[in-house]
């Protein structure tokens, strides 16, 4: 029995059954990162002493009888961005390097609280900037399936670290795709939840009207796991909605007849490869086939979104990463003139191109003269854009598109351009400017590579999500399949 | 598209200090993106209002003004790149 | 300098008296150890989010209704975006577009004439932290960062560019503070920094309407400075323009030792604050009825208070604003009245002894000695003649240094008024004889003489003999050694 493989349902099973340990099954995970991961390089930190704290203190309470919740003792992976009182949390920034948050995010706080165990912080496109982990500050993430190849971003190292088998389950965050293409490219289950569904207090801002936090799993069911364990109203954050949240498992049933299904024609157009509409094709048939009355549709506003994006993100982040200038924590360059010239030596040293690259966008869609005509222009488009999907979802229950419109391409072959590199998320970036939920599942492979389905539903129809997308799953293998590592 | 000039402004504001290559070439992505993005002029937008916000959430505040937990000094400045006593200390600032 | 005018504007900023900061549970208390009073939120920790705490909204609602504006329906907050060290995000959350409250004034007095200052708008905002330098800014080595006072809540009170002279700036900020003290929602302690002042001024040709080019002077540390500033600011434009130069909009700091204002090193880089919606927190959509709740709770104001002083206490109009330009003095007189039923006989000893001897000892009403009981008691004293008001004078300074009760000092001195008339006629006598010049001056026909008479007649009594019974004796005395 490999443990490395099960999902967090079927390792919570085992555990009641006390046919393992928790302490058994973190060993078995902290084994499996020790032999592969000079090759995935998908832990930032990996925090082994805490991991066996945790574990054991869930056997303990196994073993006085006590009812555990069902992610105790599941060993899970944290992107690190996501702050960890006591443990390093860097944003894969130099600027970062060394800050041990003195205080847990919200949706650490609950994970702790529903008894999973906390193997480490894993890698990322720097402040989340990046469609392929080779942004991160320290060393770019492999995707399991093929180590020349990036596993997408900016939660690559989390989702690399789920389909490598070093963690059970992980969370990412997802501002335009960082989620939900990583979770294709890698072969995973990846869910960004309703924006406001999940508390963003500790998850390091990179566009705050945009961040949401979700996991990356294996299959769909951990994913409704995760969602119940992270979800809530959280007086810390003003964005996050009083909303009675049910529980999500309760949606995993293996029925979509009669759902209404929407294909937004322009996700299927140009600049989707064509083994990616393959799989999207076949994923209609088989959901037609079950009963669901799939159709095609149009998001008039799609192509508009990447450039509304690739305003609003980097102007909202121009701010949110002004705090990085070496006072209060973090990198300082040492050897300025006077506070300003550390402030500007101290963010030149620290942060990396597509940081500075983005900055500067922001900035400059910020200033004086240029504000009306690309930023605030980039809201009302935004406006356009939710209204497409508001309009959609008159008529659709759920709609369904590719994730990526290609699978994992090979490090270095994007990164001299910006815009090239932007174009990865074309299929993600409208459903975070919309605010509305999105899940991607494994749909089928391309030359041995995973092909990702993206599901996208109303506000808070998380539930509908995961019903189509279970549903799916169940009369299809692609989520059982291991890379060959 | 975007002068070297106004690279070197919006490097100043953002606290960013560029090489000469640097600034060559924000100068030239930047023009390419903003470029790209003048897309957005092809929509009539003067009847839209803009979205800061997609929450229908609005008067969200604490009810109370009551003092809660601060950090002890030592949490405070465990991170700080140089202190002197319960300090952050900074090179001068003119 | 007759040609000119000068145009003014105020910018006040004033800190709430909340118990927690604006955006975080951390305490506002002034002083305390150095960065004992924050938390990941105030201090800008990466994650951390804002939430805004309702009593900040309540007493900023609160003031703007104090100042006459009208509250917004709909607001929002914004980020200001500049680097600065004692900015723990380099951003400062505040609101610019949609700002809490508008089109405000307050009423001044000045040469006796009211004038109506407009008050353009009020808006939230977060203080910054605190920088202390060895020696000054631009000679310390190394400066060192105390963030309690970051996010600690602030409203800033724009002024419309109404004021023409420093003595009307000043007379606003006075105004200002007052109400703002008689709301309850800040100490408004200059000194402690509760509220701070810059100035927005420029100068034209009298009749002119265009509006010259301002300058901004920070740096307005007290009233006094805000006055002495904007004098010399005034002067300075005036002569650039009469030299036919120009001025450069640009902001000064005032140097109190100096007594200039001084250009702050011009930096190429404009300002450029980059607002835009702060993401973090959500829009305001003010109920109606909260706010007509929060206008019903506004306690009397100053010049409500001063109009009451007027007809309830038969005060004359100066008395009545000199004793409500403070909260604090205006309570304390109505204590003393509720006590003792003349009015205007504790509107005398209250302006009079009692402010000069604060002014003298720079105190604070609440900070004296004397209770309002006491202070009554001493007017009684006086009444029932047990001391003259020339010793109640005395009495009264000895109550100020050391608080004691007048029957005590009066008692321990051996004060008591000398109302015997065998007594007292014994010392018009002793006068009498040893003056006898000056009798036979007065006999003479010189009627002025008499004054210095009593004056030997207090002085042989210690000043404790009854005036009029003195004055009568004397007279007495006199008229019968005329009729011989």
């Keep these: 029995m490999d443990l490395c493989y099960l999902t967090a349902y079927e390792l919570h099973r085992l555990l009641v059954k006390r046919e393992v340990s928790a302490e058994e099954i973190c060993r078995a995970y902290l084994a499996r990162i020790e032999a592969v991961e000079d090759r995935i390089k998908a832990f930032v930190t990996v925090t082994a002493d805490l991991a066996l704290e945790q574990a054991r203190a869930v056997d303990r309470k196994i073993a006085a009888g006590e009812e555990v919740p069902p992610l105790a003792g599941i060993p899970v992976a944290i992107k690190d961005n996501i702050c960890t009182r006591g443990v390093r949390t860097t944003c894969s920034s130099k600027i970062l390097h060394n800050f041990v948050p003195p205080y847990d995010a919200t949706a650490v706080q609950k994970l702790k609280a529903a008894g999973t165990v906390f193997l480490g912080k894993t890698n990322m496109d720097e402040f989340a900037m990046g469609s392929s982990t080779e942004n991160s500050g320290f060393f770019p993430t492999a995707n399991p399936w093929d180590l020349e190849r990036v596993p997408g971003g900016s939660s690559g190292g989390s989702a690399a670290a789920v389909a490598a088998g070093e963690a059970a389950a992980a969370l990412g965050s997802d501002t335009g795709g960082s989620i939900r293409q990583p979770a294709a490219l890698c072969g995973v289950v990846g869910l960004k939840p309703t924006y406001g569904a999940v508390s963003r207090y500790g998850l390091v801002a990179f566009a705050s009207s945009l961040d949401q936090i979700g996991p990356l799993t294996r299959d769909v069911r951990d994913a409704a796991l995760m969602l119940n364990a992270i979800c809530g109203h959280d007086p810390l954050d003003s964005t996050s909605v009083p909303y009675n949240h049910p529980d999500y498992t309760s949606f995993l049933v293996d029925d979509v007849r009669g759902l209404r299904i929407g294909v937004p024609r322009e996700y299927m157009g140009e600049g989707i490869e064509p083994p990616v509409k393959e799989a999207i094709a076949r994923a209609v048939e088989l959901l037609s086939s079950l009963g669901a009355e799939v159709e095609e549709t149009s998001l008039p506003h799609t192509r508009y979104a990447l450039p509304t994006y690739y305003l609003i993100a980097p102007a909202e982040a121009s701010s949110n990463l002004a705090r990085y200038d070496g006072v209060r924590y973090g990198y300082r360059a040492e050897d300025a003139r006077d506070v300003v010239d550390m402030f500007m030596k101290t963010r030149s040293r620290g942060f990396g191109p597509e940081v500075k690259r983005r900055i500067m966008l922001g900035t400059y869609a910020l200033s004086a003269g240029y504000y009306d ?44 351009d910006p815009l090239q ?9 409208a459903v975070n400017l919309a605010g509305v939920p999105g899940i991607s599942v494994p749909a089928g492979f391309a030359d041995g590579l995973p092909v990702g389905l993206q599901l996208i539903g109303r506000p808070f129809g998380e539930g509908m999500l995961l019903r189509v997308a279970y549903t799916f799953e169940q009369h299809t293998d692609y989520h059982r399949r291991r890379p060959p590592l | 598209m975007i002068s070297i000039k106004e690279v070197e402004h919006v490097a100043l504001l953002a606290r960013l200090e560029l090489s000469e290559e640097e600034k060559e070439m924000y100068a030239r992505q930047l023009g390419a993106i903003l470029e790209y993005a003048q897309m957005l002029n092809e929509l009539d937008t003067a009847d839209v209002p803009p979205t800061a916000h997609v929450l229908p959430l609005q008067n969200v505040w604490r009810e109370k003004d009551e003092v809660g937990r601060q950090l002890e000094p030592e949490e405070v400045l465990a991170n700080a790149p140089d202190r002197e006593g319960q300090f952050f200390k900074v090179p001068r600032i003119v | 300098m007759h040609d000119y005018e000068a145009v003014i504007g105020l910018e006040v900023h004033v800190e709430l008296k909340t118990n927690t900061k604006i955006f975080c549970r951390c305490p506002t208390a002034f002083g305390g150890d150095p960065n004992a009073h924050v938390c990941p939120v105030c201090l800008g920790l990466p994650g951390v989010l804002p939430v805004l705490n309702k009593k900040v909204l309540e007493y900023a609602i609160k003031a703007a209704l104090a100042l006459n504006c009208e509250i917004a329906a709909y607001s929002k907050f914004d980020r200001k975006n500049y680097y600065y060290p004692d900015l723990p995000k380099n951003y400062q959350i505040s609101q ?32 910054a932290g605190k920088l202390l330098h060895q020696g000054t800014i631009t000679t310390t080595p190394y400066s060192l960062v105390d963030y309690n006072r970051t996010g600690v809540p602030l409203i800033e009170i724009v002024s419309a560019p109404d004021l023409r002279t420093p003595e009307e700036a000043k007379a606003y900020l006075e105004k200002l503070k007052a109400i703002i003290q008689y709301t309850g929602v800040s100490d408004c302690k200059m000194e402690e920094g509760s509220l701070r002042c810059d100035a927005n001024v420029s100068v034209r040709k009298k009749g002119s309407r265009e509006f010259g080019t301002k300058t901004e002077i920070k740096n307005l540390n007290s009233f006094k400075a805000v006055q002495r500033a904007l004098a010399y600011e005034i002067r300075r434009q005036v002569a650039v323009l009469e030299e036919g130069g120009r001025i450069v909009q640009e902001t000064r700091m005032w140097d109190e030792a100096e007594g200039v204002t001084r250009s702050m090193r011009s930096k190429e880089e404009a300002h450029d604050y980059r607002y835009f919606p702060e993401p973090d927190l959500v829009p305001l959509v003010i109920d109606r009825q909260w706010v007509e709740e929060i206008r019903a709770s506004l306690p009397e104001l100053p010049d409500q208070r001063r109009q009451r002083y007027i007809k309830q206490y038969g005060l004359p109009p100066y008395d009545a604003a000199v004793l409500t330009a403070t909260k604090e003095m205006a309570d304390y007189f109505e204590e003393c009245v509720a006590l003792y039923p003349n009015a205007k006989a504790v509107s005398n000893w209250v302006m009079g002894d009692l402010s000069r001897l604060l002014n003298a000892h720079n105190l604070e009403i609440t900070r004296c000695k004397i209770r309002p009981q006491q202070l009554v008691d001493l007017l009684r004293l006086m009444d029932k003649g047990t001391i003259s008001g020339k010793i109640a004078k005395t009495v009264f300074e000895e109550m100020f240094a050391t608080g004691k009760d007048p029957e005590e000092i009066v008692r321990e001195q051996g004060l008591v008024q000398i109302t015997d008339e065998g007594a007292i006629a014994a010392v018009v006598e002793e006068v009498l004889a040893a003056n006898p010049k000056v009798v036979a001056d007065y006999l003479g026909g010189k009627e002025k003489v008499f004054a210095f008479l009593v004056g030997q007649v207090m002085k042989a009594t210690r000043g404790k003999a009854n005036p009029e019974l003195a004055n009568r004796l004397l007279r007495e005395k006199l008229e019968n050694l005329k009729g011989r």
């Excluded at chain 1, 497409?388 to 979802?393: I, K, N, S, T, V």
């Excluded at chain 3, 809490?100 to 008050?119: F, M, Q, S, T």
């Design chain 1, 373 to 416: 005509a690309y930023y605030l222009k980039a809201l009302k488009v935004r406006t356009l854009i939710k209204q497409d999907f508001d309009r959609a979802f008159e008529k659709f229950d759920v709609l369904l598109a590719p994730t990526s419109p290609s699978p994992a391409f090979k490090r270095g072959e994007k990164v001299d």
């Design chain 1, 421 to 429: 590199m932007y174009m990865s998320d074309i299929c993600t970036l």
């Design chain 3, 96 to 127: 610019y577009d949609l700002p809490l409250a508008r089109n405000g004034y307050l009423d001044i007095e000045v040469d006796g004439e009211v004038k109506r200052v407009g008050i353009i708008r009020i808006h939230m905002e977060e203080d």
